[in-house]
């Protein structure tokens, strides 16, 4: 008998954070300032327009000089304007590094409880498992080129040796908890040759696949290139290539694997998306990877690498019965 219980609680640090608390109060103090300024010239001209008619009146025997001292006044509260909007111009810029730059985080907090299922596989020493944890994650990218390039980097909490998670027992007397490089890339997408796209470095996956072959979590290191065709109808075929060290060694072999992927992207509907995408993976140097056990009774510790071709299928529909939807599946083998 197996009963599990998870409590989780997410607090958002920032998703983009715009510009500071400061700037908005001064951007609305001046959007204050000109609203005052424009209804005292609307009162001016209005003011002007009768002086002028009674000026042109058979009745004006006499020049009347308030009208000039009225075009003097709107002429005045016009370069109080400009004024008013050049200094809040200067106040409010911020420097210019920090132009483009946007910043995310969150925290999650969560409680595990796992009935009488854990421990021995003897029913008398099976007992409850209690297990408090957490997840902590902070980013920060920016672009250039008038974002053709983008360069971003996320830091997040962690156990060692476990690319699949990003979550921290509550453990170990106490002690201070470790965080790590989760994303550290660089991405360049020219404008002039549209659809393309290259990324290299820590990058979250970028291939299509479902968590059933590939954890979201584990975030591969390498290089990939990518190209999305014109839609043609509610077609969208794309493909894309790449090359990911997963082990590299000084005396011996390194890992590595390469991928080739080919597939197409249906709009269904508004609210309905298909995508279908099978992939070629060559894994080289597996014996020498860590993903598994070593030893001779192990037999993936002794394969030289896996040629892999996987079919991935996920369909998306924004609301049914008031939630999202997904179905996929997936199919692998390995030759």
Not at 45 to 68: F, G, N, V, Y
Not at 257 to 273: E, N, R
Not at 299 to 312: A, C
Not at 317 to 323: L, T, W, Y
Request: aromatic share 12%; charged share 25%; hydrophobic share 40%.
């Amino acid at each position: 008998m197996k009963m599990v219980l998870t409590v989780a609680a997410v607090a958002f640090l920032g998703m983009a954070a715009p510009a500071p608390a400061e700037m908005i109060q001064e951007q609305q103090d001046l959007r204050a300032t000109i609203e005052a300024l424009s209804r005292r010239i609307e009162e001016q001209d209005k003011r002007l327009q009768e002086l002028e008619a009674q000026q042109a009146s058979p009745a004006a025997t006499a020049p009347d000089t308030a009208s000039e001292e009225y075009r003097q006044a709107q002429r005045q509260a016009i370069q109080d304007v400009l004024a008013e909007m050049k200094t809040q111009d200067k106040a409010s810029k911020l420097p210019g590094w920090l132009d483009d730059l946007k910043f995310a985080g969150d925290l999650r907090l969560r409680y595990e409880y796992n009935g009488y299922n854990w421990g021995s596989t003897s029913d008398s020493d099976k007992k409850d498992r209690n297990r408090a944890r957490y997840r902590l994650r902070f980013g920060v990218k920016k672009t250039w080129l008038d974002d053709q390039l983008e360069v971003g980097f996320r830091l997040a909490s962690g156990e060692n040796n476990d690319p699949t998670s990003t979550n921290q027992s509550f453990t170990q007397g106490f002690s201070k908890k470790p965080v790590w490089i989760d994303l550290a890339y660089a991405r360049y997408t020219p404008k002039d040759f549209k659809g393309f796209s290259i990324i290299a470095g820590k990058m979250a996956r970028p291939w299509i696949t479902n968590d059933i072959f590939f954890d979201s979590d584990v975030n591969p290191e390498g290089a990939w290139a990518q190209y999305k065709a014109a839609k043609m109808g509610m077609f969208q075929p794309f493909a894309g290539a790449g090359y990911f060290v997963v082990n590299e060694s000084s005396g011996g072999d390194d890992s590595t694997m390469y991928i080739l992927q080919g597939g197409v992207k249906a709009d269904i509907t508004a609210d309905m998306v298909y995508n279908f995408a099978a992939n070629y993976q060559e894994w080289t140097g597996f014996s020498a990877s860590g993903l598994s056990p070593r030893g001779n009774a192990n037999p993936l510790s002794r394969i030289p690498g896996m040629r892999i071709v996987n079919l991935s299928n996920n369909l998306d529909v924004a609301e049914v019965f008031g939630k999202p939807l997904s179905v996929f599946g997936d199919f692998a083998y390995n030759f």
